[in-house]
């Protein structure tokens, strides 16, 4: 099997410039009309990777459920072109205490095996400061550089600016607990020819196992080996995730639902753009092994990401046969490396690999708290997404804390004001709920839903007649509602407005309401009203009678 290179765009930026200026995107549209800037400098840069390339970074970016932003780096004497991107995104931390505080990390991790920065040559230094100086203009309180593929000259260009007294720079264990160091990635530089792979690297046992095991495989009826195509890449990808859970799914707990979800998007997205490679190997129809590896083009890289294999199977064993099939396969298609991405695992090393190391680097700010003593402002919907969690689940005082620090943070946040308000009127607290409301509707005169609840509390503490307003600005906006109308009448009921009380529930039912329900209650409450009416108007004639 061979690989097509697309055609990429030639690189022609060479600077030596100091003054940089930083722009900050973070939206996807923005980013990807720059596809062309980023492209040219991922080309240019010699440690540039696989999860650095827009054709796997922008599509993961677009899925990312908290925020994110690029730094992207240019000359201030050149009004074009970029000559550095830094993919970075913002987390929300909660301490023991209760205190918020933010996180930056790389916008690739956790779904990254390899992260870091991308420039052109010759200015790393100068990127990297401005980078840096940028950084440290945002309100956070740890900088996390996970899974950093990077040289030491690279990675110390940008750390230096994080001076001690200021910032506390430490070193995170990628150690999991089963002993493997997941810090250490080893691969196989691949030579030109599969024979002089198997002589030179290989031990002679393994190398005589995997010439009998693919030679068994390819000539018996019994064995056969695919390679994925569009018709059968969604069952291939479920067979490969079938067969990880397998032996994998029960030390993932609670996140096993989740790496599975995003494995298979990853992986249809890879192969959408031509970069996924995944055999699969059969035995007498049943498939019993995959392995799904990236297509690294620039670099002339197979990157092994996931197998799967059935377990108790000998002979021959599906993930050495796999690999071995994958190694023969890159070697053909000209490929320089096999990667094994992370984790020392014994038997990466028996295909001949050697190691290279990523670093976890956390710059933690001296005080502990985010610099500027304040959130970012883009925390917003993190802190949102909590509380509302937290009120869903019934924990109020908590989700009330985390709304109120949401308005701390934005205090025209309508959707803050309106899910305190909720909360409020949960606990009781009418009054308060009134007064958010109100802010709501001054805000967005429009929302309809906000002068609902600001009815609710209205009536709830007896002030009929601004229930009846605001249930009256409800029909004025959506003049279809039936419920609004309904409502209406209730509160004219208990205000002793009869006739109108019959007329807005008249109004309501001539709508046609959907749902049985709401047409029989819609038909007695004007049996109820007209019923009103009557008596007012017998107690009215008597009253006249006695006069």
């Not at 796999?322 to 000209?334: P, V």
């Amino acid at each position: 099997m061979a690989w097509a290179d697309p055609a990429r765009p030639q690189s022609h930026l060479r600077w030596r410039v100091k003054d940089m200026q930083i722009d900050v995107i973070s939206d996807i549209q923005t980013l990807s009309s720059l596809r062309d800037d980023w492209d040219a400098v991922y080309e240019a840069d010699p440690e540039a990777q696989f999860f650095l390339s827009s054709v796997w970074l922008f599509k993961h970016l677009e899925r990312l459920d908290s925020p994110w932003f690029v730094l992207a780096a240019k000359p201030t004497n050149d009004a074009i072109s970029y000559v550095g991107f830094f993919p970075l995104r913002l987390r929300l931390k909660t301490r023991e205490n209760g205190e918020f505080y933010n996180e930056i990390t790389m916008a690739g991790a956790p779904g990254a095996d390899y992260t870091g920065f991308i420039c052109v040559p010759g200015i790393v230094h100068d990127v990297a400061a401005a980078f840096a100086t940028h950084i440290k203009t945002l309100n956070w309180a740890d900088l996390n550089l996970t899974h950093v593929l990077a040289s030491s000259e690279r990675l110390n260009s940008l750390l230096r600016h994080f001076p001690r007294g200021s910032f506390r720079i430490g070193i995170t264990s990628l150690v999991n607990t089963d002993g493997i160091d997941n810090s250490v990635c080893p691969r196989v530089e691949l030579p030109k020819d599969w024979e002089v792979y198997l002589n030179n690297g290989l031990r002679p046992n393994l190398r005589q196992k995997i010439r009998r095991f693919l030679r068994h495989v390819e000539t018996s009826h019994e064995f056969r080996i695919t390679n994925t195509t569009a018709e059968t890449i969604e069952h291939d990808i479920g067979t490969l995730l079938r067969l990880w859970e397998a032996q994998w799914g029960s030390r993932k707990g609670e996140r096993l639902a989740s790496i599975r979800k995003v494995a298979r998007v990853m992986l249809m997205d890879c192969f959408d753009s031509g970069l996924l490679f995944l055999p699969v190997l059969w035995k007498d129809g049943v498939p019993i092994g995959a392995l799904a590896s990236l297509i690294d083009m620039k670099n002339k890289s197979l990157l092994f990401y996931m197998g799967g294999r059935m377990e108790g199977l000998n002979n021959p064993p599906p993930g050495l046969v796999l690999h071995a099939y994958s190694i023969r396969t890159a070697i053909a298609a000209g490929f320089a490396t096999y990667d094994f991405l992370r984790g020392n695992e014994a038997y990466k090393y028996s295909f001949g690999a050697d190691e290279r190391h990523i670093r976890c680097i956390v710059v933690r700010t001296e005080s502990g708290r985010n610099l500027g003593n304040r959130l970012d402002r883009r925390s917003l919907p993190l802190l949102l997404r909590q509380a509302i969690a937290l009120h869903r689940a019934g924990r109020l005082d908590e989700a009330e804390r985390v709304y109120r620090r949401a308005s701390d943070l934005q205090p025209d946040c309508t959707m803050a004001l309106y899910h305190l308000g909720q909360l409020m009127a949960v606990k009781g607290n009418h009054r308060a709920a009134e007064q958010l409301f109100k802010a709501v509707v001054v805000a967005e005169p429009a929302a309809c839903k906000a002068w609902s609840m600001l009815a609710r509390s209205l009536l709830a503490q007896a002030k009929l007649n601004e229930a009846a307003a605001a249930y009256q600005e409800i029909i004025r906006r959506q003049p279809t509602f039936p419920h609004a109308y309904y409502n209406l009448g209730v509160t004219q009921l208990k205000l002793g407005q009869h006739r109108d009380a019959v007329a807005s529930f008249e109004a309501a039912l001539d709508l046609q309401p959907d749902g049985t329900n709401a047409r029989t209650a819609y038909a007695k409450a004007v049996a109820v009203a007209r019923s009103a009416v009557l008596s007012t108007r017998i107690y009215e004639h008597n009253a006249l009678e006695r006069f």
